[in-house]
């Protein structure tokens, strides 16, 4: 009878064991299981949310791991001990096997030497934001860089460039902003990618008198913020004004339907701008809603809704992050209304999902690389990475070239801040002569592009300079 007994407590006591068990390890993949499975080579999450760590490298860590292979590897390895040779060898042999690759060849060019040989700047990126658009930048940047460290440097001394991620993110910016700002041999940052993100960190780096270069930020409340904030595009104003007046002269449109995304201030800016231009224009703007944000955001309702109240064209101004939400707008317009949109469609994602759904479309943007005839940076930006670049990478080496050519003519973070605010300040550039108006804005304007059907581009298509 005891032994009975005996043999259902130990059953018992198995059972409860298993189940306390199997409960602590649910619970545990429930809480933790996530955070591990989500950082992955696709760069979609890194790190923890809301937190700077691990997030800024000069050599020393990968961030953009959907690029790494055994020689990169080994090359942050080295660089994290103080080998930089080694780091060096190894940076060299990882780019023979993916040349385009923008964090090695910037890693390579931080390798040369000790800290006393360099001057040094930061980029900020959305690498586990949106990958494609982090590297487009850090491209522009890199090739800067490399072109500046092989023909002398900057006063004798070589440019090195701490690589940050952001995601996109506007706290995320804030902390690095601050980050930049506390480490006083930071001379300068090229950044933030999204408006979001760089005008919430933008008044951090005006009072801690940090320059900011954004390659890509056009949102119309960044001019102005401070006399440390700069960019190298155009002004908005440019950029709708070069639309607006295709749409309504060329195009001879009359009814236009605009869809934007709420939550991007950028291409907010851009369609209050697009706004006044077609309505000076003698336009009309179609008066249907359309928030690429919405939670119940459906294509082909929308389309519908556009047609039925007699619109001609439709405006696509989607969130850098949220392109795919235009894509889907312009598959369920199926050629029915003439397509345009803003700068941020002029990437490799439109041509590679659109397709024949974009055939045609018109966007206004700031640089393409046969707009300028004799311009020496496609050329060299091809034999650098194997092929064509975009706009943003542009942009992101004209902002890297602005600030070698500010820091010629300076000792310190001021003397840059001064040295690019003088009247007489210029640098050639990819997107041709770069100076700057008063309120930090680039003093260009902006040009058109066309989608068309191309056999030279992979996807199919292309974007062609009117």
């Known amino acids: 009878m005891n032994s009975q007994k005996e043999t259902k407590l130990l059953i018992l006591s198995l059972l409860s064991t298993t189940f306390l068990l199997g409960l602590g390890f649910w619970l545990w993949n429930q809480f933790f299981g996530k955070n591990i499975i989500s950082v992955a080579p696709d760069n979609k999450s890194q790190g923890t949310t809301g937190s700077t760590s691990g997030r800024i490298s000069l050599g020393e860590k990968i961030l953009v791991t959907a690029n790494t292979n055994?020689?990169?590897?080994?090359g942050v390895q080295a660089f994290?001990?103080?080998?930089?040779?080694?780091?060096?060898?190894?940076?060299?042999?990882?780019?023979?096997?993916?040349?385009?690759?923008?964090?090695?060849?910037i890693y390579l060019n931080n390798s040369q030497g000790n800290n006393s040989k360099y001057l040094k700047i930061a980029v900020s990126v959305p690498i586990?934001?949106?990958?494609?658009?982090?590297?487009?930048?850090?491209?522009?940047?890199?090739?800067?860089?490399?072109?500046?460290?092989?023909?002398?440097?900057?006063?004798?001394?070589?440019?090195?460039?701490?690589?940050?991620?952001?995601?996109?993110?506007?706290?995320?910016?804030?902390?690095?902003?601050?980050?930049?700002?506390?480490?006083?041999?930071?001379?300068?940052?090229?950044?933030?990618?999204?408006?979001?993100a760089s005008i919430a960190a933008a008044p951090v780096y005006q009072q801690g008198g940090l320059v900011m270069i954004s390659p890509t930020s056009f949102a119309q409340n960044l001019s102005g913020i401070g006399s440390y904030i700069f960019r190298t595009i155009p002004s908005i104003n440019s950029v709708a004004?070069?639309?607006?007046?295709?749409?309504?002269?060329?195009?001879?449109?009359?009814?236009?339907?605009?869809?934007?995304?709420?939550?991007?201030?950028?291409?907010?800016?851009?369609?209050?701008?697009?706004?006044?231009?077609?309505?000076?224009?003698?336009?009309?703007?179609?008066?249907?809603?359309?928030?690429?944000?919405?939670?119940?955001?459906?294509?082909?309702?929308?389309?519908?809704?556009?047609?039925?109240?007699?619109?001609?064209?439709?405006v696509l101004a989607p969130h850098v992050d949220r392109i795919n939400k235009a894509l889907e707008l312009a598959a369920a317009n199926q050629g029915k209304l003439t397509l345009f949109a803003s700068p941020t469609l002029y990437t490799f994602q439109t041509l590679q999902v659109g397709k024949a759904d974009v055939n045609g479309m018109v966007l206004s943007v700031t640089w393409h690389p046969n707009a300028i005839p004799g311009n020496a940076?496609?050329?060299?930006?091809?034999?650098?990475?194997?092929?064509?670049v975009n706009w943003r990478t542009a942009t992101a080496y004209d902002a890297t070239m602005a600030i070698a050519k500010g820091l010629q003519?300076?000792?310190?973070?001021?003397?840059?801040?001064?040295?690019?605010?003088?009247?007489?300040?210029?640098?050639?550039?990819?997107?041709?002569?770069?100076?700057?108006?008063?309120?930090?804005?680039?003093?260009?304007?902006?040009?058109?592009?066309?989608?068309?059907?191309?056999?030279?581009?992979f996807t199919g298509y292309d974007f062609v300079p009117f």
């Open 128 to 196: 586990g934001g949106n990958l494609d658009v982090a590297k487009e930048i850090l491209r522009g940047v890199a090739q800067a860089q490399d072109q500046l460290n092989r023909t002398g440097g900057i006063n004798g001394k070589l440019l090195q460039v701490a690589i940050a991620s952001d995601d996109n993110d506007p706290s995320l910016a804030q902390q690095l902003a601050t980050q930049f700002v506390q480490d006083p041999t930071i001379l300068a940052v090229v950044g933030h990618n999204a408006s979001n």
């Open 70 to 74: 055994p020689d990169k590897e080994a």
């Open 377 to 388: 940076f496609p050329q060299n930006a091809v034999k650098l990475w194997g092929g064509t």
């Open 241 to 314: 004004e070069s639309l607006s007046t295709h749409i309504i002269k060329t195009a001879r449109k009359s009814n236009i339907g605009i869809c934007a995304d709420s939550k991007a201030i950028d291409n907010q800016s851009f369609k209050d701008e697009l706004v006044k231009g077609i309505l000076a224009a003698g336009g009309k703007v179609n008066l249907t809603n359309c928030d690429l944000f919405a939670a119940d955001f459906n294509p082909n309702a929308i389309i519908s809704q556009f047609i039925s109240s007699g619109a001609d064209s439709l």
């Open 80 to 105: 994290a001990k103080g080998d930089f040779t080694s780091a060096a060898n190894n940076f060299k042999a990882s780019l023979l096997k993916d040349r385009n690759d923008p964090e090695t060849l």
């Open 409 to 457: 003519q300076s000792k310190n973070r001021d003397d840059l801040q001064k040295a690019l605010h003088s009247p007489s300040f210029s640098v050639s550039g990819a997107t041709g002569k770069i100076t700057f108006l008063p309120s930090g804005d680039r003093n260009g304007t902006a040009i058109l592009v066309k989608v068309q059907p191309s056999s030279k581009s």
